[in-house]
């Protein structure tokens, strides 16, 4: 268990993943899509964020525009803002991108298996994104199944794991767990409408601005733009 | 069970299941992958066979260069050649392409769900491809379990179905299917070397040579490249 890959959209999950991941994992190398989303903006944080803390970090590009039905890769569907996290509703929001991590799962897989790694971390939560069908246990074990046995690893005696170590932990709860390892939070975006300054309107930034309420902070990422002048 | 999507990617397999499609759903959909294989001709030839028998065709961009690991998608490995079927040995050779099948499942599901169709159909065999771990019933299984709980699918009543009717055929049964139901080979291109004229070294050349012999009848490929002068 001593060599890890993880997944890194450079968000508040996936920066304290791979915090956990540097706690507990030899060698970790992160993994970024760059997929066609409008908050693209993400990709050059999070390669921000791994200089920073000098780990290996491999982007891949990915078009998911080309298959659509989602506000986040086509802009001709409005973004959905909201004045409320409760406004959201039950059922998955436009925001939603058909499939996203089963495609970016089998790519990681393929890509560890290029490098002999068998240990992928995601920063998957479903308390507060239960809207995502791909972020569940269930989604997560049944992709580590069809990774084992469509691989290499199925001959081998090698096999993956899938790790969402914060699956059912809130927000606010994974930031605190970031906290107590030392994670920098500075750089970390979430906005969807892909600026650095947060819109405060879309359903990430709710969340983002409900989890460090809950925690009893200021956002380092605010904080950080304030001395820098942006806000 | 009216409408679906075949994964073609022009040869010998897919063309026969395109045919089985047309002859099983109301609605078939032909979807492409240009992935950077170095027989990135077969893409253009699935076009033609497509436009020839009149079916919806989409083609999605995907860069597996990127993850390399294959001499299909990286120029740098040699193209394995062999004087017989059975000096490919066991393992997975050189252009196993790391869990190909996965990321194209993936990604055709995620186009699949945007388009409200739920059957996804294969011409994954295993009979004589038994050393592409992502050919079998296992994995399309375990594959179909996490695309239905990672989806919209999760939540209603619609599930995917993946269907390789071929799985457990002789790649010379695959052909007398097809020739049954009235499939045209000869634009159908299986040379991993990416010229249209089979370079009868490869193991995809060789596989594609035995399975005519069985059937008995000359590949209709070599048929029209000799009708026009190329052969």
Chains 1, 2 share one sequence.
Request: hydrophobic share 40%; with cysteine; charged share 20%.
């Amino acid at each position: 268990m001593s060599k890890s890959i993880v997944l890194f959209s450079g968000g508040l999950d996936s920066t304290t993943v791979l915090y956990w991941a540097l706690s507990t994992f030899g060698e970790v190398k992160a993994l970024t899509f760059d997929y066609g989303q409008r908050h693209r903006l993400e990709v050059s944080m999070a390669q921000k964020i791994a200089q920073k803390i000098k780990i290996p970090h491999k982007i891949l590009k990915l078009d998911l525009g080309q298959i659509g039905g989602s506000s986040l890769t086509d802009t001709n569907y409005p973004l959905p803002e909201f004045k409320t996290l409760e406004d959201i509703g039950t059922e998955p929001p436009s925001t939603y991108v058909p499939f996203r991590n089963g495609i970016m799962l089998a790519m990681a897989a393929a890509w560890a298996e290029t490098q002999g790694i068998w240990n992928i971390i995601c920063g998957f939560n479903v308390i507060d994104s239960p809207h995502y069908p791909d972020t569940r246990q269930e989604f997560v074990e049944a992709m580590a199944k069809a990774i084992n046995a469509g691989t290499k690893a199925s001959l081998a005696q090698a096999k993956f794991h899938l790790l969402s170590p914060f699956i059912n932990l809130r927000k606010s709860e994974i930031i605190k767990k970031g906290l107590s390892l030392g994670a920098d939070y500075s750089y970390s975006l979430s906005c969807y409408r892909g600026q650095e300054i947060p819109c405060e309107k879309c359903s990430s930034c709710l969340l983002r601005q409900k989890a460090w309420q809950e925690v009893g902070l200021r956002d380092p990422l605010l904080v950080r733009l304030k001395k820098e002048g942006k806000l």
